[in-house]
């Protein structure tokens, strides 16, 4: 089932057309309305009217999180405020957030994008949506609600937090539908346990999850858990939030919305096109934004593209899952880790609870890395012998992942921090 199929399944020739006609009114309008752009084009020499062909969007220059923030709160804004009908901001983790704004038509794009993809996860106009994301200036909680209203989906707004009371509502008010954040839908499926209720009791069919990265195993852990049917879903507040890309129920890969964004994927040094299919950090122009067009923005996320038919007949390429964020890659003694890489390894092993923890410290002159794991009550309270031997099971499937060793430790269950939005699962003691 597709929510927009005219879009969905056009013919490539079609969609690089109607790429190019929208990039180029995009660029009209961003080197007309907002003096930062128009600085930039004309230090480059860039003639909005020579754009004639998708190739020569690699002329155009990048736009990064630090102009969104020397441009705080509205100077990327294309539109007067006056047309601005809302707006949200993301914090981030170093300070001065990034302000973004919608024109009425941009709410009713968004809505339809996010539609498309609650569509593609299985949503129609007989669920009932949970949306456990938070409301407010993070785009997730009204992003998903307009798209889930759009459908004509029955919404529960009950924001993020308050976990007992999710599930008692889940229960009674009969939620076929759940939408958070994968760390969240694995601390309800750990209520629902606690509070003794039998998952079959309740009526969830599908989830959609977004917002942070996850791995493959921890997909399998809360579909097992929640008896329901798991899709990623990918997007960002600069480019406007959910709707950006999400996965049908093949579940491999998400569909970009590509008539509404334009993709390139680069290598985050040498900022060059990577190989077709290539790992490396998304790039994205947005083609029909009118009051925050954005034109090549570095998103840091690390993904690859997908160009082969989808099973689903949806034309729009897909993406792979993020693997991360290139600032959350960390460099131990020289090596390239991703926390992805151990979730995914630790997802693999019998014995061990979803939850962990990476710590980094500097000792001596070396860094240090230890892995924190919760473990079942039986494993823990066990033998020295088991123990240990999970330990070293452990820390050899980590290093031959990851190619450094690294410290595990086990620890008992509930010790770790849970999150009811994105989860923080390193913690970084080495100061630079
Ligand atoms: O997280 C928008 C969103 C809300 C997407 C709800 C999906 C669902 P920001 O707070 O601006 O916006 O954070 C964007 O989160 O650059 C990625 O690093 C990460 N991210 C978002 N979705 C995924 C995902 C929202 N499915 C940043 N997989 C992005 C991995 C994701 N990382």
């Known amino acids: 089932m597709y929510w927009e199929p005219e ?5 490539r020739d079609e969609l690089e057309q109607l790429q190019l006609e929208r990039l180029q009114s995009t660029l009209h309008r961003v080197y007309l309305n907002v003096p930062f752009y128009r600085k930039k084009f004309d230090e480059l020499e860039i003639d909005p009217d020579d754009f004639t062909s998708l190739k020569d969007l690699r002329k155009l220059p990048f736009t990064t999180k630090d102009d969104l923030r020397e441009n705080y709160p509205y100077g990327l804004f294309a539109v007067p405020l006056r047309e601005v009908v809302r707006i949200h901001a993301s914090s981030g983790t170093t300070g001065m957030s990034t302000v973004v704004g ?3 038509n941009d709410i009713k794009t968004w809505s339809n994008l996010v539609a498309r993809i609650l569509t ?3 949503i129609t106009k007989d669920d009932v949506v949970q949306i456990a994301f938070g409301y407010g200036l993070f785009t997730g909680g009204f992003g998903l609600h307009y798209g889930a209203e759009r459908i004509g989906a029955s919404v529960i707004p009950i924001s993020s937090g308050n976990t007992r009371r999710q599930v008692k509502i889940m229960q009674d008010f009969k939620t076929t539908a759940l939408i958070c954040t994968p760390s969240y839908a694995l601390l309800i499926a750990d209520t629902i346990q606690e509070m003794g209720i039998n998952i079959n009791s309740l009526s969830l069919k599908y989830g959609l999850f977004g917002a942070e990265p996850w791995s493959e195993g921890m997909r399998q852990e809360i579909q097992e858990r929640l008896k329901i049917m798991a899709t990623d879903n990918y997007g960002l507040s600069e480019v406007m939030g959910p709707g950006v890309a999400g996965e049908c129920l093949e579940r491999n890969g998400l569909h970009i919305n590509e008539d509404h964004f334009l993709v390139e994927v680069v290598d985050p040094n040498t900022l060059e096109p990577v190989a077709p299919g290539g790992i490396g950090e998304l ?5 029909t934004k009118e009051a925050f067009p954005i034109v090549r923005f570095r998103t840091r996320d690390l993904t690859r593209l997908m160009p082969e038919q989808c099973a689903c007949g949806r034309k729009l390429m897909r993406m792979s899952r993020v693997m991360g964020r290139t600032d959350d890659m960390l460099i131990i003694r020289g090596v390239n880790v991703f926390p992805s890489q151990i979730e995914a390894v630790l997802f693999d092993i019998e014995g061990t609870e979803p939850h962990y923890q990476i710590i ?3 000792k001596g002159a070396l860094d240090d890395v230890t892995v924190l794991v919760e473990v079942s009550e039986a494993i823990f309270f066990d033998e020295m012998k088991k123990q240990s031997e999970l330990v070293g099971l452990i820390g050899r499937r ?4 990851l190619g450094i060793s690294v ?12 999150f009811e939005g994105k989860a923080k699962r390193v ?3 080495r100061n630079f």
């Open 283 to 287: 790039v994205i122009t947005t083609l």
């Open 7 to 11: 879009y969905e399944t056009m013919g």
């Open 120 to 122: 593609a996860g299985g």
């Open 398 to 401: 980590l290093s031959s992942e």
């Open 360 to 362: 980094v410290e500097r």
């Open 102 to 104: 919608y024109t009425k």
């Open 427 to 429: 913690i970084d003691k």
């Open 407 to 418: 410290d595990v430790k086990l620890v008992e269950k509930k010790t770790l921090e849970r």
